[in-house]
């Protein structure tokens, strides 16, 4: 197993500045792959932050459809 690059302070920090979990894994200094968004999900919810300020999908933001 490898060893993390970040630690629960960063991560804690991370979801606190950022507005979705394309941000966190980006401050966080890690690849925006499926299998980081899948870790760094487990770790939220494990640890009980809280993601409630996350705007959701960014793609769409202002557009009408």
Do not use: P
Not at 7 to 27: F, G, W
Not at 37 to 59: A, D, M, N, P
């Amino acid at each position: 197993m490898r060893k993390r690059k970040w630690s629960k302070d960063n991560l804690i920090k991370s979801v606190a500045d950022s507005t979705s979990y394309r941000q966190v894994l980006k401050r966080l200094g890690l690849v925006e792959a499926g299998g980081n968004y899948s870790q760094i999900k487990k770790y939220v919810l494990e640890y009980g932050l809280s993601i409630k300020h996350f705007t959701g999908r960014g793609w769409s933001k202002g557009k009408k459809f």
